[in-house]
């Protein structure tokens, strides 16, 4: 089994930044990928970013291409969100995944961990 725990939302102004982390534990050499995933009130949970463990290939929604980035420290077992230029529009509950195969990365039901979510409030 493996545990994630996100780090770093807060309250932040329209065009600030903030950078979440995600720390994974337990069965940590299961993970293939890891990714991000947001909900807002009231919306489905959609795709942020993702990054395959070995290789770090990333993956972004159209929505935040350009304007987050996402890596990982595989000593530290971490993964980052850095989020820039962040909108009204990006408040949301931001939830960390991780999934022990290969597939299509925006999809959360192929996730197989979660995180508990940090909260990202941007103000307007």
């Known amino acids: 089994q493996v545990q994630l725990v996100e780090s770093g939302g807060g309250l932040v102004q329209a065009g600030g930044s903030l950078r979440l982390s995600c720390a994974a534990s337990?069965?940590?050499?299961?993970?293939?990928?890891m990714g991000w995933f947001r909900q807002a009130p009231g919306k489905e949970r959609e795709f942020v970013a993702a990054i395959t463990w070995s290789y770090a290939n990333t993956y972004y929604a159209d929505s935040v291409k350009g304007r987050f980035t996402i890596s990982r420290d595989n000593n530290k077992n971490t993964v980052y969100l850095q989020m820039n230029s962040l909108k009204p529009e990006d408040t949301a509950v931001y939830y960390c995944a991780a999934r022990r195969g290969s597939g299509r990365y925006s999809n959360p039901v192929e996730y197989d961990y979660w995180g508990q979510g940090t909260q990202v409030t941007v103000s307007s």
């Open positions: 337990g069965s940590t050499f299961s993970i293939y990928a």
